[in-house]
């Protein structure tokens, strides 16, 4: 029985990582329709949901199978809740990409970002899509080590949002009240899907460990 229930959990991280994989890709490809002002990506974007929600509902189905069948106890539990939250997580990674693909699409045929800005989101977005590259990962691995590591992106992606800040607040900022509103809430959308994905790590940390991640970095110490 602990072995099917071990085989099964293995199934569920594998569907998790292939959520994972298409948020990223999904605001891969959100980020060029966004400095491109690319119509035709972003609303190929919009309208190709089916994958994310197959998948979804496969790691839903999974967990729930693996409550109701398996029996879990202690860790085998905390392994399995552990895995309904992580779904949740990577469920609003994809929607916040869909969101950035959103502000592309409402603003074509102009561009949604002033120039003194895009250098920002694109890196933004290469953060966004390593921090998701990196979830995956960890999902197969199981390494709270590198789990914990995601944090490292985290940090730069807040350093980016607060520098973006610095340049939205000038004074001289030329570009009036709509393009302010559209990159805070671009630049948020990128912070969040950061944050997702290092809430992603923490808890594989603990599914990992049955630690707290500040536990385990303790003990590491």
């Known amino acids: 029985m602990r072995s099917a229930y071990h085989e099964q959990l293995e199934i569920l991280n594998r569907t998790l990582g292939e959520m994972c994989e298409l948020s990223g890709l999904t605001m891969e490809h959100a980020t060029r329709a966004l400095l491109q002002a690319d119509l035709e990506v972003a609303e190929k974007i919009i309208e190709d949901r089916e994958r994310m929600t197959v998948l979804t509902a496969d790691a839903e189905d999974q967990a729930f199978k693996l409550l109701a069948l398996q029996a879990p106890v202690a860790g085998e539990l905390r392994e399995v809740v552990t895995g309904f939250q992580i779904a949740a ?24 970002l002033p120039e003194e800005v895009r250098g920002y989101f694109a890196e933004m977005g290469r953060l966004a899509v390593r921090l998701a590259q990196g979830a995956r990962e960890v999902l197969s691995t199981l390494d709270p080590k590198a789990a914990l590591a995601l944090g490292v992106d985290d940090d730069a992606m807040d350093d980016l949002h607060r520098h973006l800040f610095s340049v ?5 900022w030329p570009h009036g009240v709509a393009a302010a509103v559209d990159v805070t809430l671009l630049g948020r959308y990128y912070e969040r899907f950061a ?22 970095a303790d003990a590491e110490q």
Do not use: C, N, S
């Not at 997580?89 to 949604?112: C, F, G, N, S």
């Not at 944050?195 to 500040?214: C, N, S």
């Open 89 to 112: 997580d990577i469920d609003r990674m994809y929607a916040l990409a869909l969101h950035v693909a959103k502000v592309a699409r409402l603003r074509h045929p102009e561009p949604a």
């Open 168 to 172: 939205l607040m000038d004074r001289e």
């Open 195 to 216: 944050d997702h994905a290092v809430a992603i790590g923490r808890r594989v940390v603990f599914q990992a460990t049955g630690k707290t991640p500040e536990q385990f």
